[in-house]
């Protein structure tokens, strides 16, 4: 026979201030990310006490110094570059962790400065044009293009990418 867990008590500040700090040590995060993890938890737990203000304690977070938004913006659009995806999806990404649109455009230069190196990497992980098999057939080099603008690259540079024949004509886009 199985016993039913009892619910968890509501929160309190100082309670949601331990479940703020645990947060931030495991998880590189921003403030808009915490301050969403921190309403939720009040949501899905309760509150015992005066009002709860996520975003004032995910500000405190920031102000000690626990919580930086252009560093995660910076390491973000470094680790998407190195997987390969365009700038696009690495914008996207910044907005969805709620990086401040002065942050993200001072991002922009570097991003579009890895673009091609980028688009380079996504085509051979994904082995597109000169990675891949040599093809002929539009149904196959439709897709490897589709694929190439989902990961965020333009589509100049994504259709040049696969009708390349060979490595050396890419030479340029890097």
Same mark, same amino acid.
């Given at each position: 026979?199985?016993?039913?867990? /009892?619910?968890?008590?509501?929160?309190?500040?100082?309670?949601?201030?331990? !479940?703020?700090?645990?947060?931030?040590?495991?998880?590189?995060?921003?403030?808009?990310? !915490?301050?969403?993890?921190?309403?939720?938890?009040?949501?899905?737990?309760?509150?015992?006490?005066?009002?709860?203000?996520?975003?004032?304690?995910?500000?405190?977070?920031?102000? !000690? %110094?626990?919580?930086?938004?252009?560093?995660?913006? &910076?390491?973000?659009?470094?680790?998407?570059?190195?997987?390969?995806?365009?700038?696009?999806?690495?914008?996207?990404?910044?907005?969805?962790?709620?990086?401040?649109?002065?942050?993200?455009?001072?991002?922009?230069?570097?991003?579009?400065? /890895?673009?091609?190196?980028?688009?380079?990497?996504?085509?051979?992980?994904? /082995?597109?044009?000169?990675?891949?098999?040599?093809? &002929?057939?539009?149904?196959? /080099?439709?897709?490897? !293009?589709?694929?190439?603008?989902?990961? %965020?690259?333009?589509?100049?540079?994504?259709?040049?990418?696969?009708?390349?024949?060979?490595?050396?004509?890419?030479?340029?886009?890097?």
């Amino acid at each position: 026979m199985r016993q039913e867990r /009892r619910p968890p008590p509501p929160l309190d500040a100082a309670a949601l201030e331990r !479940l703020a700090l645990r947060y931030v040590e495991r998880f590189a995060t921003t403030r808009g990310k !915490l301050a969403d993890y921190l309403g939720r938890k009040i949501r899905e737990r309760g509150w015992d006490g005066e009002a709860a203000d996520p975003r004032a304690l995910a500000q405190r977070m920031a102000d !000690l %110094g626990y919580v930086d938004d252009r560093l995660y913006a &910076e390491s973000k659009a470094a680790a998407l570059g190195r997987k390969g995806l365009g700038a696009r999806r690495v914008t996207m990404a910044l907005r969805q962790a709620h990086i401040a649109q002065a942050d993200a455009d001072d991002l922009a230069p570097a991003i579009a400065e /890895r673009a091609g190196e980028a688009a380079i990497t996504f085509a051979r992980r994904k /082995r597109i044009g000169p990675f891949g098999m040599p093809t &002929e057939d539009r149904a196959v /080099r439709d897709k490897q !293009l589709a694929a190439m603008l989902r990961a %965020g690259h333009g589509f100049e540079r994504s259709r040049r990418i696969v009708v390349a024949q060979s490595e050396e004509e890419l030479d340029e886009l890097e």
